[in-house]
């Protein structure tokens, strides 16, 4: 079946714009992740939702950040004013959340890279 | 959160056992340990768990150490394909804040042809 998607695969940006990326996460799946990958680094927790539960934003590094899930299914985060450190690429993951262990599946990334 | 350590990189040869290490000396009663992969420009892919016993799946094999305080993960015969960094990380059963995995930098493992 389908996996996680992301859009774009890259984008470019000078720095003060915002930006939103897009995860479609696998159907049926009710957990949703987002992590950041800047360059050399592993990877760093963004933020959670689960369901209709309040999701959890205790990875999102400024008030710039923020991300929404409508629905329950597709997720954007959007990155307002962005600055040069934000360039990384930016990965979702979705997870069945059956058990505490489950697998989280991820999508390709976001490349993006702000001028 | 309990942390682990693996090496920074390892090499192998394409049709070779590869076996990856990871320490975790601080690990609990209910940390399950997990391995994923990140190929080139890609999502990381799960890989394995396990908790105490050995695991194998069609991937990989995981081998515990019988005090937990370090892991295996074995690639029987490797190809190709398996170049990438594969990272190990701890999962608490209990619950809180485990449904998030946390990421070391992880072992790149390079495979010659």
């Known amino acids: 079946g389908a996996g996680v998607s992301q859009s774009p695969s890259n984008k470019v940006t000078e720095k003060g714009k915002d930006v939103e990326l897009r995860c479609d996460p696998i159907?049926?799946?009710?957990?949703l992740y987002w992590y950041r990958q800047s360059l050399g680094q592993g990877l760093e927790f963004l933020i959670y939702?689960?369901?209709?539960?309040?999701?959890?934003k205790s990875g999102l590094p400024s008030d710039r950040f923020s991300a929404e899930r409508t629905g329950g299914s597709v997720s954007t985060l959007t990155i307002q004013r962005t600055q040069q450190e934000d360039s990384a690429v930016y990965l979702c993951?979705?997870?069945?959340?059956?058990?505490?262990?489950?697998?989280?599946?991820f999508g390709p990334g976001t490349r993006l890279l702000v001028l | 959160d309990a942390k682990t350590t693996q090496p920074n990189s390892m090499e192998s040869n394409e049709e070779e056992p590869v076996h990856l290490p990871c320490n975790h000396s601080?690990?609990?009663?209910?940390?399950?340990i997990h391995w994923y992969r990140q190929l080139p420009s890609q999502g990381p892919e799960y890989v394995i768990h396990?908790?105490?016993s050995n695991v194998n799946n069609r991937m990989a094999s995981l081998a515990i150490a019988e005090d937990r305080k370090s892991s295996t993960l074995i690639l029987h015969r490797a190809t190709l394909r398996d170049a990438a960094v594969y990272y190990c990380?701890?999962?608490?059963?209990?619950?809180?804040?485990?449904?998030?995995?946390?990421f070391g930098k992880g072992t790149l493992l390079t495979v010659n042809p």
């Open positions: 993951a979705s997870s069945s959340l059956r058990g505490l262990q489950e697998t989280q599946y």
């Open positions: 159907s049926g799946h009710t957990a």
């Open positions: 939702f689960q369901g209709n539960s309040a999701p959890d």
């Open positions: 601080t690990i609990s009663g209910t940390d399950y």
């Open positions: 396990g908790l105490t």
């Open positions: 990380i701890l999962r608490d059963e209990r619950g809180g804040s485990n449904y998030k995995l946390t």
